[in-house]
């Protein structure tokens, strides 16, 4: 099956430096990947919407430029996290259409990267 | 706008016994996908099941089974003979058929199986 990684799994930042997060498609090509965030014991909310060669389209709520998002090929997507504070710390998931996909349900998860700001 | 409500926090389950996890969404588009994904706590998200709102049939997957009523708009997940494996945080999802294809969660359901 198809398969997405995301890059760092874990990383611990200082509050006000930046952290990127990486998320690849590996076997398949992705036009669109999504950003969500999930708070301990609580559900994922969706970030952003990250179409590859276009600006992403972010959920309401959700700081445009504090979320940086970047889909510059079809197999990458990142995430930074600017001016990091404490309460960013989260676990971030990214998921991948498959382009070519002729399955119903061809998003893939990655494993998720679990931002920690101290 | 689209809504999926989950309405149990937890869940216990005998093992061997089979559980339902309810869901009921809300949307006002014709063309949509419903998705139970199962969370442990590694906390990677594994696909379980898909209903299309057009299928006729409840899907199937193995253990798994979606009870599909499409009029009183609610999509749960029916697991036979659990087992302890199955002990995890399930959550169903909404993905937008007609638009960005977006995809929204539940607030999930924490599954207990006992020995």
């Known amino acids: 099956g198809a398969v997405v990684s995301q890059h760092p799994s874990r990383v611990i930042c200082k509050s006000g430096t930046s952290v990127k997060i990486e998320c690849r498609s590996l076997d398949f090509q992705a036009t669109t990947m999504f950003w969500y965030r999930q708070f301990p014991k609580q559900s994922l909310m969706l970030m952003a919407t990250s179409n590859e060669g276009s600006k992403a389209t972010y959920e309401q709520g959700v700081e445009k430029d504090k979320f940086l998002i970047n889909h510059a090929s079809l197999t990458l997507s990142t995430l930074t996290v600017t001016s990091a504070h404490p309460e960013d710390s989260s676990f971030y998931i990214c998921?991948?259409?498959?382009?070519?996909?002729?399955?119903?349900?061809?998003?893939?998860f990655g494993p998720g990267t679990r931002l920690t700001v101290t | 706008a689209q809504k999926i409500t989950q309405t149990q926090p937890g869940m216990f389950v005998q093992e061997k016994e089979a559980v339902t996890l309810d869901c009921t969404y809300d949307t006002s588009d014709p063309s949509y996908g419903l998705f139970w994904y199962k969370q442990p706590s590694s906390g990677e998200m594994i696909f379980l099941i898909y209903q299309g709102s057009y299928d006729q049939q409840n899907a199937t997957e193995g253990r798994y089974s979606l009870n599909f009523q499409k009029a009183r708009k609610s999509a749960n997940l029916v697991i036979s003979a659990s087992q302890l494996g199955d002990s995890a945080m399930y959550f169903c999802?909404?993905?937008?058929?007609?638009?960005?294809?977006?995809?929204?969660f539940g607030a999930g359901t924490r599954l207990f199986v006992k020995a």
């Open positions: 999802a909404m993905r937008d058929d007609t638009g960005g294809f977006k995809t929204i």
């Open positions: 998921s991948a259409r498959d382009l070519a996909g002729t399955d119903l349900y061809e998003q893939y």
